[in-house]
């Protein structure tokens, strides 16, 4: 057994620890708001006024999708540079100091968002502090500048963790000349060249837009601009989520698995092509938008459906590497090798169900992209099945598995509860798919997403089969068993933590591809190359609909002011009636 | 941690014929879940948006 | 013992989602399970798993993982 | 590169299903006619909805043979008009825009779905084949009453449908041996002219009139009574044209208490 993570590396391992602690406190947060949320929606169990309720899914979004999943990932890819490049940082300060901004960062912007709680929430930089705009804050609803400030900042921050591992690899390159980059390293660097690239567009939109907006140094905006650059980010940033679970099944999956990755030069072209493919697509999310003509909508699906080809190769590429695990495992047969695969281990059987549900929640996402299509789902409960089942599931299930095989190895102690882990990922997989499954089917019927109550006075949903009630039970009942579920999680992770006095007994080395690196070609490793045809494809795929959106109504939109969106529903209810009130007279 | 292996297999000697059995059954299920998606929830749940027949008149 | 707790787990994890899923699927051919048969359904496959699991082997019994 | 041969099947399977996705979605659009939100119509600075010939006042109207206009404003937290009330069995285009933040306007069960931004202007035509209600709701959050924000869309039979309005006054007071004179004004939004009749009542006194009113116009009608037959005191009216009626009162007063109560008719 070779030496453990912690112990070859003490300095890199406590960032990792940091990170994690980061990402697990958002965790554990961002799941209580989802079972408020859960019980809320369906009105089993209400006990947070209804306004509140939308603090409470900013908080789930913000906290889940942006703390959680990123904080995981700097961590985890900080591992996989140092572990793989068997080399720290250039300049650990530098590290550490990236991590502070993300930290401070999201600090700033839970602050703003929990202040929603309060009844007279404080002022700040010249307005109420809350932000309760959800997580795509679409302007013009306005949220504190210090939510914007946050987020900005934690941006910041993951920019300069992108560089630092450049700076690593750079170092690396140097005293390693001609070598091919390690597998792990060369995930990171695509992965980063992705995020560069695609968070260009939130950053303007924040930057440029909406800061300056909110804090009235500019007076107006244009909505669709700024929701049109968000979405650049924005289905970029869904890759960014899934990108550390596909790290985590190409390297460590086959190993868990018994065996070898199947092909190395399968997995840099399917990084390669996230790299091309996923900013170019973000107008998929804008389908029903009026300002963007039809031609670019039809561009952008097809864009998409060919960003379905690396999820398609990765589905065989790890397949296949389980089976070659199986196999060496003594596994016969076309379909008995499954059974010679670890399921006692919960980290692996934690991916294998998390790739199960991705490969089916995939399906859903072609019905998103499916341009016309998108008018049966587009903002219905659908979408959030869709989200559960990718970056709920497919990611977060991957991380917490990949958590019980890494944080031994970062803290040098036994994990705790082996059995209850296993427990713990086959619940969440059936959380899950009883969760989804009702969202699914009411999103069908047409429920909306993003409300505190989908039950309208004027109207009933037609339900075909079974009865709204039944549904609501179902999706609380699956929010429960996830909830329950990663507390188990937090529970386990504490416990291992402080389970001192204990050797882990994880076997930390990674086995070489089956096919590696020197059957593919070097071009691949070219990453300057493929960063040009990104941007190149970027600019091909947004520069005229951009162009389009400002030569329409202006950079700034026409006089568009800020609505800040204050918890006195009345008031705004009061704003509606008076325009009533001046069209009736 | 588990990983038992009782025989070493190469790359060149290994079939991955199990993978590419169950990736024909996810084939076949993505087909049959795309129609039915398509043309049974999506085309039956009218009314959808269409274009007008006459687009010109009005512009 | 049949099979190893683990896979047994998973077994009756994957019933489960086969039995949401399916009951969803019959559905779209107008075969509607009502939610308490499709519960009494989940028990008696759980049940029928764990019986078959925990039933002795006969002759020597295999301990797999 | 080696490529495992099960894994180039696989690639080409692959390929198969995304170009087939893209062939489906393309066969939708040229084959169905399955047409996008996009971006033909102008933009309207939200602060100028009210003065705007379309937004100012939200409703529906009929554009050609067959062929409606919905103008639908979205706003915290309602839709105008509301309800929405349109004719089965024609092409109704909705245009929607909001007057303040991004809104949605989606109704369940239907494809009927699109976003309603401030400043652009969705435009999505549509086509009910029976008649019944639909409810309206905002899929995008848009502020603290967001759960609220709902409407309806009626859908009528094309033979009950109309776009008729009735409107009628008299005087509220008139001194005995005055005539009561009743002003009915009839005004027809479709383009067909309308055909029907005008019903009216005073006290006891029943008015009949046949009408024709041409599409896009209105027409007045009026029926005089004889304040004296009806004699002092409050008489009820109403006027009836298909399923609209208006009612009133008018009262003939004394001609002291008229004198006394003078100057109440200016």
């Given at each position: 057994?070779?030496?453990?993570?912690?112990?070859?590396?003490?300095?890199?391992?406590?960032?990792?620890?940091?990170?994690?602690l980061?990402?697990?406190?958002?965790f554990?947060?961002?799941?209580?708001?989802?079972?408020?949320?859960?019980?809320?929606?369906?009105?089993?169990?209400?006990?947070?006024?209804?306004?509140k309720y939308?603090?409470?899914?900013?908080?789930?979004?913000?906290?889940?999708?942006?703390?959680f999943?990123?904080?995981?990932?700097v961590?985890?890819?900080?591992?996989?540079?140092?572990?793989?490049?068997?080399?720290?940082?250039?300049?650990?300060?530098?590290?550490?100091?990236?991590?502070?901004?993300m930290?401070?960062?999201?600090?700033?912007?839970?602050?703003?968002?929990?202040?929603?709680?309060?009844?007279?929430?404080?002022?700040?930089?010249?307005a109420?502090l809350?932000a309760?705009?959800?997580?795509?804050?679409y302007?013009?609803?306005?949220?504190?500048?210090?939510?914007?400030i946050?987020?900005?900042?934690?941006?910041?921050?993951?920019?300069?963790?992108?560089?630092d591992?450049?700076?690593?690899?750079?170092?690396?390159?140097?005293?390693?000349?001609?070598?091919?980059?390690?597998?792990?390293?060369?995930m990171?660097l695509?992965?980063?060249?992705?995020?560069?690239?695609?968070?260009?567009?939130?950053?303007?939109?924040?930057?440029?837009?909406?800061?300056?907006?909110?804090?009235?140094?500019?007076?107006?905006?244009?909505?669709?601009?700024?929701?049109?650059?968000?979405?650049?980010?924005?289905?970029?940033?869904?890759?960014?989520?899934?990108?550390?679970?596909?790290l985590?099944?190409?390297?460590?999956?086959?190993?868990?698995?018994?065996?070898?990755?199947?092909?190395?030069?399968?997995?840099?072209?399917?990084f390669?092509?996230?790299v091309?493919?996923?900013?170019?697509?973000?107008?998929?999310?804008?389908?029903?938008?009026?300002?963007?003509?039809?031609?670019?909508?039809?561009?952008?699906?097809?864009?998409?459906?060919?960003?379905?080809?690396p999820?398609?190769?990765?589905?065989?590429?790890v397949?296949?590497?389980?089976?070659?695990?199986a196999?060496?495992?003594?596994?016969?047969?076309r379909?008995?090798?499954?059974?010679?695969?670890?399921?006692?281990?919960?980290?692996?059987?934690?991916?294998?169900?998390?790739?199960?549900?991705?490969?089916?929640?995939?399906?859903?996402g072609?019905?998103?992209?499916?341009?016309?299509?998108?008018?049966?789902?587009h903002?219905?409960?659908?979408?959030?099945?869709h989200?559960?089942a990718?970056?709920?599931t497919a990611?977060?299930?991957?991380?917490?598995?990949?958590?019980y095989?890494?944080v031994?190895?970062?803290?040098?102690?036994?994990?705790?509860?082996?059995?209850?882990?296993?427990?713990?990922?086959?619940?969440?997989?059936?959380?899950?798919?009883f969760?989804?499954?009702?969202?699914?089917?009411?999103?069908?019927?047409g429920?909306p997403?993003?409300?505190?109550?989908?039950?309208?006075?004027?109207?009933?949903y037609?339900?075909?089969?079974?009865?709204?009630?039944?549904?609501?039970a179902?999706?609380?009942?699956?929010?429960?068993?996830?909830?329950?579920?990663a507390m188990?999680?937090?529970?386990?992770?504490?416990?291992?933590?402080?389970?001192?006095d204990s050797?882990?007994?994880?076997?930390?080395t990674?086995?070489?591809?089956?096919?590696?690196?020197?059957d593919?070609?070097?071009?691949?490793?070219n990453?300057?190359?493929?960063?040009?045809i990104?941007?190149?494809?970027?600019v091909?795929?947004y520069?005229?609909?951009?162009?389009?959106?400002?030569?329409?109504?202006?950079?700034?939109g026409?006089?568009?002011?800020?609505?800040?969106?204050?918890?006195?529903?009345?008031?705004?209810?009061?704003?509606?009636?008076?325009?009533?009130?001046?069209?009736?007279? | 941690?588990?990983?038992?292996?009782?025989?070493?297999i190469?790359?060149d000697?290994?079939?991955?014929?199990?993978?590419?059995?169950?990736?024909?059954?996810?084939?076949?299920?993505l087909?049959?879940?795309?129609?039915?998606?398509?043309?049974?929830?999506?085309?039956g749940?009218?009314?959808?948006?269409?274009?007008?027949?006459?687009?010109?008149?009005?512009? | 013992?049949h099979?190893?707790?683990?896979?047994?787990?998973?077994?009756?994890a994957?019933?489960?989602?086969i039995l949401v899923?399916?009951?969803?699927?019959?559905?779209?051919?107008?075969?509607?399970?009502?939610p308490?048969?499709?519960?009494?359904?989940?028990?008696?496959?759980?049940?029928?798993?764990?019986?078959?699991?925990?039933?002795?082997?006969?002759?020597?019994?295999?301990?797999?993982? | 590169?080696?490529?495992?041969?099960?894994?180039?099947?696989?690639?080409?399977?692959?390929?198969?299903?995304i170009v087939?996705?893209i062939?489906?979605?393309t066969?939708?659009?040229?084959?169905?006619?399955?047409?996008?939100?996009g971006?033909?119509?102008?933009?309207?600075?939200?602060?100028?909805?009210?003065?705007?010939?379309q937004?100012?006042?939200?409703?529906?109207e009929?554009?050609?043979?067959?062929?409606?206009?919905?103008?639908?404003?979205?706003?915290?937290?309602?839709?105008?008009?509301?309800?929405i009330?349109?004719p089965?069995n024609?092409?109704?285009?909705f245009?929607?825009?909001?007057?303040?933040?991004?809104?949605?306007?989606?109704?369940?069960?239907?494809?009927?779905?699109a976003?309603?931004?401030?400043?652009?202007?969705?435009e999505?035509?549509?086509e009910?084949?029976?008649?019944?209600?639909?409810?309206?709701?905002?899929h995008?959050?848009?502020?603290?009453g967001?759960?609220t924000?709902?409407?309806?869309?009626?859908?009528?039979?094309?033979?009950?449908?109309?776009?008729?309005?009735?409107?009628?006054?008299?005087?509220?007071?008139?001194?005995?041996?005055?005539?009561?004179q009743?002003?009915?004004?009839v005004e027809?939004?479709?383009?067909?002219?309308?055909?029907?009749?005008?019903?009216?009542?005073?006290?006891?006194?029943?008015?009949?009139?046949?009408?024709?009113?041409?599409?896009?116009?209105?027409?007045?009608?009026?029926?005089?009574?004889?304040?004296t037959?009806l004699?002092v005191g409050?008489?009820?009216?109403?006027?009836?044209?298909?399923?609209?009626?208006?009612?009133?009162?008018?009262?003939?007063v004394?001609?002291?208490t008229?004198?006394?109560?003078?100057?109440?008719?200016?």
């Amino acid at each position: 057994m070779t030496a453990l993570f912690v112990d070859e590396y003490p300095a890199e391992a406590r960032l990792v620890k940091a990170a994690f602690l980061s990402s697990f406190i958002a965790f554990g947060i961002g799941a209580l708001f989802g079972i408020i949320q859960a019980l809320h929606r369906t009105d089993i169990f209400r006990f947070i006024d209804s306004i509140k309720y939308y603090t409470v899914l900013t908080g789930h979004g913000v906290f889940l999708v942006i703390a959680f999943t990123i904080f995981f990932l700097v961590g985890l890819y900080q591992w996989a540079v140092t572990d793989s490049l068997e080399r720290g940082p250039v300049d650990i300060r530098f590290t550490w100091f990236w991590y502070g901004l993300m930290a401070i960062g999201s600090f700033l912007a839970a602050i703003s968002i929990l202040a929603g709680f309060l009844e007279q929430p404080p002022m700040v930089l010249g307005a109420e502090l809350r932000a309760n705009v959800l997580f795509t804050f679409y302007a013009p609803l306005e949220a504190n500048p210090l939510y914007y400030i946050g987020l900005a900042l934690f941006l910041v921050g993951t920019w300069l963790a992108g560089i630092d591992w450049f700076r690593t690899w750079w170092a690396w390159r140097d005293e390693n000349p001609g070598e091919r980059i390690p597998l792990r390293t060369f995930m990171v660097l695509t992965t980063m060249m992705m995020f560069f690239l695609g968070s260009v567009g939130v950053i303007v939109s924040i930057l440029v837009f909406i800061l300056p907006w909110s804090l009235e140094i500019t007076e107006s905006l244009n909505p669709l601009l700024t929701r049109t650059l968000f979405w650049f980010f924005g289905h970029m940033i869904v890759y960014f989520w899934l990108l550390p679970a596909y790290l985590l099944w190409y390297s460590v999956l086959p190993k868990l698995s018994g065996g070898r990755l199947f092909s190395d030069p399968l997995a840099r072209v399917v990084f390669i092509l996230f790299v091309l493919l996923s900013t170019p697509v973000g107008i998929h999310h804008q389908y029903m938008d009026p300002g963007i003509a039809e031609g670019f909508k039809f561009i952008a699906m097809t864009n998409t459906m060919f960003l379905l080809l690396p999820s398609f190769l990765t589905a065989f590429t790890v397949v296949a590497s389980m089976e070659h695990g199986a196999r060496q495992r003594g596994g016969e047969g076309r379909f008995n090798w499954l059974q010679a695969l670890p399921w006692r281990n919960p980290a692996f059987t934690g991916m294998a169900l998390a790739g199960l549900v991705f490969a089916f929640g995939g399906f859903t996402g072609i019905v998103n992209a499916g341009m016309n299509i998108n008018y049966l789902v587009h903002n219905a409960l659908w979408i959030p099945g869709h989200i559960h089942a990718q970056v709920g599931t497919a990611t977060a299930l991957t991380l917490m598995a990949g958590s019980y095989w890494l944080v031994p190895q970062l803290t040098g102690n036994r994990l705790v509860g082996r059995q209850v882990a296993l427990f713990q990922v086959v619940l969440w997989f059936v959380g899950i798919v009883f969760m989804t499954n009702s969202m699914f089917r009411a999103g069908l019927v047409g429920v909306p997403r993003r409300t505190a109550e989908p039950q309208y006075q004027g109207f009933e949903y037609d339900v075909p089969v079974g009865s709204m009630g039944e549904l609501n039970a179902q999706l609380a009942l699956g929010g429960t068993l996830l909830f329950i579920s990663a507390m188990l999680f937090l529970v386990l992770m504490l416990l291992t933590v402080f389970n001192n006095d204990s050797e882990p007994i994880v076997d930390g080395t990674l086995p070489p591809a089956l096919s590696g690196p020197e059957d593919s070609p070097q071009v691949l490793d070219n990453l300057r190359l493929w960063f040009g045809i990104a941007f190149a494809l970027v600019v091909l795929a947004y520069a005229l609909p951009l162009a389009g959106i400002v030569a329409q109504s202006g950079l700034f939109g026409q006089d568009i002011p800020p609505f800040p969106v204050s918890s006195e529903a009345v008031m705004y209810l009061e704003f509606g009636l008076d325009y009533v009130g001046a069209l009736v007279t | 941690m588990g990983s038992r292996v009782s025989r070493e297999i190469g790359h060149d000697e290994y079939d991955p014929w199990g993978t590419l059995s169950l990736i024909v059954i996810y084939f076949v299920a993505l087909t049959l879940m795309w129609l039915f998606t398509y043309f049974v929830e999506f085309i039956g749940n009218t009314p959808t948006v269409m274009g007008m027949i006459v687009p010109v008149m009005l512009g | 013992m049949h099979t190893s707790p683990a896979k047994l787990l998973i077994l009756i994890a994957l019933s489960l989602v086969i039995l949401v899923e399916g009951r969803t699927v019959l559905a779209f051919f107008g075969i509607n399970i009502p939610p308490l048969e499709t519960a009494l359904i989940g028990l008696v496959i759980i049940a029928t798993l764990v019986i078959w699991a925990i039933r002795p082997l006969r002759g020597s019994p295999t301990k797999s993982e | 590169m080696r490529i495992h041969q099960y894994e180039k099947i696989w690639i080409a399977g692959a390929m198969i299903l995304i170009v087939g996705f893209i062939v489906t979605i393309t066969y939708g659009s040229v084959g169905l006619g399955i047409t996008m939100i996009g971006d033909e119509e102008e933009t309207i600075a939200p602060d100028e909805l009210n003065d705007d010939e379309q937004f100012g006042e939200p409703r529906v109207e009929q554009v050609g043979e067959n062929e409606y206009a919905a103008y639908v404003v979205a706003q915290t937290f309602i839709f105008q008009p509301d309800p929405i009330e349109i004719p089965a069995n024609n092409e109704i285009t909705f245009y929607v825009t909001s007057r303040d933040v991004i809104h949605g306007f989606y109704v369940p069960g239907t494809n009927i779905n699109a976003m309603a931004i401030p400043g652009q202007v969705a435009e999505l035509t549509v086509e009910f084949d029976e008649p019944g209600e639909h409810g309206l709701i905002c899929h995008e959050y848009c502020g603290s009453g967001h759960h609220t924000m709902e409407g309806l869309i009626v859908v009528q039979s094309e033979d009950e449908f109309d776009l008729t309005e009735l409107s009628a006054e008299t005087p509220d007071t008139v001194a005995p041996g005055e005539q009561i004179q009743l002003n009915a004004t009839v005004e027809n939004g479709q383009l067909e002219p309308l055909e029907t009749t005008v019903n009216a009542e005073i006290g006891d006194q029943t008015f009949q009139q046949d009408l024709t009113v041409d599409g896009k116009s209105t027409q007045n009608v009026t029926f005089t009574a004889d304040s004296t037959q009806l004699g002092v005191g409050e008489h009820d009216w109403t006027v009836t044209v298909d399923d609209y009626e208006e009612t009133g009162t008018v009262e003939v007063v004394s001609n002291e208490t008229d004198e006394q109560a003078g100057g109440d008719e200016s």
